[in-house]
T-cell receptor
Framework: DAGVTQSPTHLIKTRGQQVTLRCSPK?????VSWYQQALGQGPQFIFQ???????QRGNFPDRFSGHQFPNYSSELNVNALWLGDSALYLC??????????????FGPGTRLTVL | AQSVTQPDIHITVSEGASLELRCNYS??????LFWYVQSPGQGLQLLLK??????LVQGIKGFEAEFKRSQSSFNLRKPSVHWSDAAEYFC?????????????FGTGTQLKVEL
C-alpha cells in the first residue's frame, strides 16, 4: 500500500502565477482533504472533496479551487499567487462514513515557494 | 467555532525523562481528538485518537493521552522520552458538519530532546 502520495515535492513560482498540486489517496479511500501549513503554524483546512464535489470549505478565497477525479485522486489549484501563499500543502485521505470523523491519513506535502 | 490551544511553543526534556504536552480545545459537542507528530520536512503521522469510551487512550511509540471533559483538555504523555521523539507535535479536533468533516489544529509544540 503506497499510502497518500503528492506531487511535486517542491515548487517555486512567482507572484501572479498559477499552480496545480496533485494528490493520490491511500488505497480504499474516497475522500480527499487539503490543508495549508505556513511556516511555524499548524495546518489549516482548505477544503474537502467527496464524490467529485467540494463538500466543505475552510476560510480561503476563491483563488483556491480543487477537483476530484473518478479514481478519487485530487488537484489543488491556486490562481494569482502572492507571497503569503508560500507554505507546505498537505493532502489527507479518508474513507467516508456518514456522521463519523474517520481518521485522515496525510501525505508528505508539497512545499510551495512564491517569489 | 472549534479551536485548539497548545500553550507551549517549545519544550526541552532530557532523554529518559517523562513528557507531557498540553492541549485545550473548544467545541460545543463531543469532540473527536487527535495527536499528530511531524518530523522536519515530513507530513503528519497519527499518534493516537479519542472518539469515545475510555478517556485514557494508548497510541504508537509509547504515547498516551487523557481526555478530561471538565477541563476541555487532551494532554499527551510519555513516561520516558527517546532522542528520536524530537519533532513537532500537533493536537487537533475533528468535526463533522453537514456532509463533510475537517480537522482544526493547534499551533504545535516543538519538542527538543537533550542527550
Amino acid at each position: 500500500d503506497a499510502g497518500v502520495t503528492q506531487s511535486p515535492t517542491h515548487l517555486i513560482k512567482t507572484r501572479g502565477q498559477q499552480v496545480t498540486l496533485r494528490c493520490s489517496p491511500k488505497s480504499g479511500h474516497d475522500t480527499v482533504s487539503w490543508y495549508q501549513q505556513a511556516l511555524g503554524q499548524g495546518p489549516q483546512f482548505i477544503f474537502q472533496y467527496y464524490e467529485e464535489e467540494e463538500r466543505q470549505r475552510g476560510n480561503f478565497p476563491d483563488r483556491f479551487s480543487g477537483h476530484q477525479f473518478p479514481n478519487y485522486s485530487s488537484e489543488l489549484n491556486v490562481n494569482a499567487l502572492w507571497l503569503g501563499d508560500s507554505a507546505l500543502y498537505l493532502c489527507a485521505s479518508s474513507l467516508a462514513v456518514a456522521g463519523i470523523h474517520n481518521e485522515q491519513f496525510f501525505g508528505p506535502g508539497t512545499r510551495l515557494t512564491v517569489l | 467555532a472549534q479551536s485548539v490551544t497548545q500553550p507551549d511553543i517549545h519544550i526541552t526534556v532530557s532523554e529518559g525523562a517523562s513528557l507531557e504536552l498540553r492541549c485545550n480545545y473548544s467545541y460545543g459537542a463531543t469532540p473527536y481528538l487527535f495527536w499528530y507528530v511531524q518530523s522536519p520536512g515530513q507530513g503528519l503521522q497519527l499518534l493516537l485518537k479519542y472518539f469515545s469510551g475510555d478517556t485514557l487512550v494508548q497510541g504508537i511509540k509509547g504515547f498516551e493521552a487523557e481526555f478530561k471533559r471538565s477541563q476541555s483538555s487532551f494532554n499527551l504523555r510519555k513516561p520516558s522520552v527517546h532522542w528520536s521523539d524530537a519533532a513537532e507535535y500537533f493536537c487537533a479536533v475533528g468535526t463533522v458538519t453537514g456532509g463533510g468533516n475537517k480537522l482544526t489544529f493547534g499551533t504545535g509544540t516543538q519538542l527538543k530532546v537533550e542527550l
